[in-house]
């Protein structure tokens, strides 16, 4: 046996020497039967998922003193924010993949990969169980099980359908590789079908109706690039259908691109109408059939659109395996796996958290802060003067709590004291300010309803994997000499600094060789010099010059040729 639980001592018999070697994992060292130590064993980590964060963290851990197991039902990382391109040819699917074990093959690391998916994790006894795609003996056999001393779970999301009746039968995702090869064949298909000999035209017209659902920057990059292949590319293959093809986007909110300026919401939406893309504000999907899809507006008037091909995009949900995990640990009522700001998740050990599948427990970190407050109170007078206040603010919350200080900053604010001050103002008070547990929890109440968990997004995740691999490259020289903050209850200090996220600024591809960009600071920039933007930035983040070579060799390509609009 590998890998024994924490508390046990095992004895191994040895092939080669027929004595016996106790083994304790206490100290991770190996015996010989006269005492003598015979070697060190690695730690053992268990990666789960080889996404943004999962391919992130692999990519900056150095440490060789760990054994790393990859597990992951794909063996290769996707560079999403292209899959989008890859729906209509644009890039290539093989130009936005990296095999993983490119990724660890270039450490000095033990790394091993496993193709397969894990269905349930076991804290309890260290281990998780997975189920491969191949049998593995022959009787057919697909599941195993593998011990770990560290967990990291890295699996992402799901598509989130909100079990709106008929959306998983009969809608296209757009999450993974395999998603965006199916929807270029569909809307290929798509041109094909509409065009054979004794269909009538309202058939036709609804063969190539092409309907987005949802707003955000996947269903609107979509949007452009599907019309974009349409007028630049497909029409004059397929004049005909010229005057037939319709693509519908539907919004639940008022607005597209609600998490960007108002701005760049206001040029996307006048764009958007200017192409003839028509959207549709305040249309709640309520079911969709095989060939028409069901709206209904706020004013509760229901609407019936015929279609030929819907692209679901609104939104995550939560995987199988993280939900019964999460179940398993008490946080069964959560969206996703709560963890503190180490990334280790609430209640267990040596398990860690990262990515669009985990969240920093926000309720916690609200409840830290009143504690953070509370221990600055020296003289327990329950009373902080605004100076102190500030102090505390800027020299140990916002260093802590990144987030707050993101939320206070879009509001204008130095810190919790101008929320304090606002709050004050608002209730009447005119008093100086003075820490008064009570005003500092209802003042907090207003940040925790309105702090944005941090968003799921591959920049996140991906600065989450490069900050676990970090601590845990540094675990043992840490555990010696902790560097991070002090402890808010208990003595001493954490071991790191706390995850810190920083903003490197989003961008919204809109078609027409049109891009607007959203960069820190509220700098906002919207047309073709912003689209020059995303072609550097997204060649530059590529995870290998393989890939960089292949996406830049696609997108002059597409220049020179057009887009290809064979079925294959
Ligand atoms: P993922 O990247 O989804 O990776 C999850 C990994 O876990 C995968 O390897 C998966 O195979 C594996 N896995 C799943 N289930 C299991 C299991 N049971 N056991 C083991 N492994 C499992 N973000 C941006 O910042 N900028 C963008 O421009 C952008 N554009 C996007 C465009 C599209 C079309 C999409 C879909 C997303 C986009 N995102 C973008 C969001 C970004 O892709 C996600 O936030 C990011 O992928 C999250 O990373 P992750 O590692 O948590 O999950």
Redesign the pocket.
């Known amino acids: 046996h590998d890998h024994p639980s924490l508390s046990r001592i095992l004895l191994v018999s040895t092939i080669s020497g027929g004595g016996l070697i106790a083994y304790s994992e206490a100290n991770a060292s190996f015996y010989s039967n006269n005492g003598v130590e015979t070697g060190t064993r690695k730690k053992k980590v268990v990666l789960?998922?080889?996404?943004?964060?999962?391919a992130s963290f692999l990519k900056d851990l150095n440490n060789p003193s760990y054994e790393v197991q990859v597990?992951?039902?794909?063996n290769y990382f996707a560079f999403?924010?292209l899959?989008?391109s890859v729906t209509c040819g644009t890039v290539e699917a093989r130009s936005v993949v990296e095999p993983v074990r490119n990724i660890g093959r270039k450490k000095n690391l033990e790394v091993s990969f496993l193709e397969a998916?894990?269905?349930r994790i076991d804290p309890g006894s260290k281990k998780v169980y997975c189920r491969s795609k191949q049998g593995l003996d022959s009787k057919g056999k697909k599941e195993f099980d593998v011990d770990y001393d560290y967990l990291v779970i890295?699996?992402?999301?799901q598509s989130n359908t909100f079990n709106i009746p008929g959306v998983e039968e009969n809608c296209h995702f757009?999450?993974e590789v395999e998603d965006a090869q199916r929807i270029r064949r569909t809307v290929i298909d798509s041109f094909e079908k509409a065009n054979l000999p004794n269909l009538n035209e309202e058939e036709r017209k609804r063969i190539l109706h092409f309907v987005v659902v949802g707003g955000g920057?996947?269903g609107v990059e979509f949007a452009s690039e599907l019309h974009d292949f349409v007028t630049e590319d497909l029409v004059k293959l397929y004049p005909k259908a010229k005057n037939l093809v319709q693509i519908t986007l539907l919004e639940a909110a008022d607005h597209i691109l609600t998490m960007f300026d108002k701005r760049i919401t206001e040029f996307a939406e006048e764009k958007f109408s200017r192409d003839g893309i028509d959207v549709k504000l305040g249309s709640m999907v309520t079911k969709v059939n095989e060939k028409d899809i069901s709206a209904k507006t706020k004013g509760g008037e229901v609407s019936t659109i015929p279609y030929g091909m819907i692209v679901w995009s609104t939104g995550i949900g939560t995987?199988p395996?993280i939900k019964d995990f999460m179940k398993q640990i008490g946080q069964g009522n959560r969206r996703a796996l709560a963890t503190n700001e180490w990334l280790r998740v609430e209640g267990c050990d040596n398990i860690y958290a990262?990515?669009?599948?985990a969240t920093i427990n926000q309720r916690k970190v609200m409840e830290d802060i009143v504690d953070i407050f509370k221990k600055a109170d020296k003289d327990n007078s329950g009373k902080l003067t605004q100076r102190e206040f500030q102090e505390v603010i800027d020299d140990d919350i916002c260093v802590r709590y990144p987030q707050v200080e993101l939320y206070l900053k879009s509001k204008g604010m130095r810190g919790i004291a101008d929320l304090l001050k606002q709050t004050q103002a608002e209730n009447g008070s005119n008093k100086p300010i003075e820490l008064s547990i009570e005003e500092l929890t209802s003042a907090l109440c207003q940040v925790d309803s309105q702090v944005k968990f941090l968003p799921?997004?591959?920049?996140v995740?991906a600065q989450q994997g490069t900050y676990l691999a970090k601590c845990f490259d540094r675990m043992e020289e840490c555990e010696k000499n902790p560097e991070g903050p002090i402890r808010i209850r208990g003595e001493g200090r954490h071991r790191f600094r706390p995850f810190r996220y920083r903003h490197l600024g989003?961008?919204a591809p809109l078609g027409g060789e049109q891009t607007a960009a959203q960069l820190p600071g509220d700098w906002v920039s919207i047309g073709h010099s912003s689209q020059w933007l995303w072609y550097s930035v997204y060649a530059s983040k590529q995870v290998s010059w393989r890939t960089r070579v292949l996406v830049v060799s696609d997108w002059v390509r597409r220049f020179i040729f057009g887009r290809d609009s064979s079925r294959i």
Do not use: H, M, N, Y
């Open positions: 789960l998922g080889t996404g943004w964060a999962g597990i992951s039902p794909r999403t924010p899959l989008p998916e894990c269905f890295a699996t992402g999301a757009l999450k920057p996947t995987r395996v990262l990515g669009d599948c799921a997004t591959g920049q995740a989003q961008f």
